[in-house]
């Protein structure tokens, strides 16, 4: 679309330093801002993340629906060295304030944990999500609300974004929730053939209220149902060898750590 310009820092999945991704985040972000303005650039669309909500925000009833006013905790954050989480809220807000500041029309996207086939030939922390559900390994993981979205949908908003004139703030893109031992449950259902992660290597927790996705859907978006989204990505990791163990590789598959901490 003329006038429009996509912004994406790619996740920093694996177990990102402060260092690493704190002043990229921000100083990244801002000098593409920047740039589009010199550009005269009329709406730049920026992805954030989840993890810019849902994190222990502030304030915010542990039954109340999360919507684009919930915040994450920076400090909270920082306190746990989660430092992905720090530099999604600081660039997210950074870009905001800049939108704010200048009258360029800044809008951003807030996807959850993407599944969905992959373009590249590697596996994302996303996948090694899923695929250490359905292969199993020694890690332990919470019971947490795990909101989930497909790649192919979070295409569909984007370009809903860069579209739609009346587009503007944020847009959580969050359409499924479901909590680990209800994915343990459906997988099992799905892949009998495959031994999945021990019940018993869940831990309990509460569980606050999901995010919606309803602006976004107020403005035409919609999203395929969460079974034919993880058909399509088990689908691909088995033609990947995604799930597949290398010969005379003994390595135990293990949960992504970065995940644990968000």
């Known amino acids: 679309m003329p006038g429009s310009f996509p912004c994406r820092h790619s996740r920093s999945f694996g177990n990102p330093s402060r260092s690493r991704v704190l002043g990229p985040a921000v100083?990244?972000?801002?000098?593409?801002?920047?740039?589009?303005?010199?550009?005269?650039?009329?709406?730049?669309?920026?992805?954030?993340?989840?993890?810019?909500?849902?994190?222990?925000?502030?304030?915010?009833?542990?039954?109340?629906?999360?919507?684009?006013?919930?915040?994450?905790?920076?400090?909270?954050?920082?306190?746990?060295?989660?430092?992905?989480p720090v530099a999604k809220i600081a660039a997210e807000a950074a870009a905001l304030e800049y939108?704010?500041?200048?009258?360029?029309?800044?809008?951003?996207?807030?996807p959850a944990l993407v599944f969905g086939p992959?373009?590249?030939?590697?596996?994302?922390?996303?996948?090694?999500?899923?695929?250490?559900?359905?292969?199993?390994?020694?890690d332990e993981t919470r019971d947490k609300l795990w909101h989930i979205v497909?790649?192919?949908?979070?295409?569909?908003?984007?370009l809903l974004l860069y579209e739609a004139p009346e587009a503007s703030g944020r847009h959580i893109c969050a359409p499924h929730f479901i909590t680990a031992r209800g994915l343990l449950g459906l997988l099992k259902s799905m892949y009998p053939g495959y031994p999945c992660?021990?019940?018993?290597?869940?831990?309990?927790?509460?569980?606050?209220?999901?995010?919606?996705?309803?602006?976004?859907?107020?403005?035409?978006?919609?999203?395929?149902?969460?079974r034919e989204t993880i058909t399509d990505t088990v689908e691909f990791c088995r033609e990947a060898g995604f799930l597949e163990d290398a010969d005379g590789d003994d390595t135990p598959c293990r949960f992504p750590p970065l995940l644990n901490k968000v």
């Open 27 to 84: 100083t990244g972000t801002t000098n593409v801002l920047t740039a589009a303005s010199a550009a005269s650039v009329e709406r730049v669309v920026v992805v954030s993340s989840m993890v810019a909500v849902e994190i222990n925000p502030k304030d915010w009833p542990q039954g109340k629906i999360r919507d684009e006013s919930c915040w994450s905790d920076k400090e909270f954050c920082r306190s746990n060295e989660s430092w992905y």
């Open 99 to 110: 939108g704010r500041e200048t009258g360029l029309r800044v809008v951003t996207l807030n």
């Open 118 to 138: 992959l373009l590249q030939p590697t596996i994302n922390t996303s996948s090694q999500f899923l695929i250490y559900f359905l292969k199993g390994g020694p």
């Open 150 to 158: 497909d790649v192919r949908d979070v295409a569909d908003a984007l």
């Open 197 to 226: 992660i021990a019940e018993e290597s869940i831990r309990d927790m509460d569980h606050p209220a999901p995010m919606t996705s309803g602006k976004l859907e107020k403005l035409g978006w919609s999203s395929r149902p969460l």
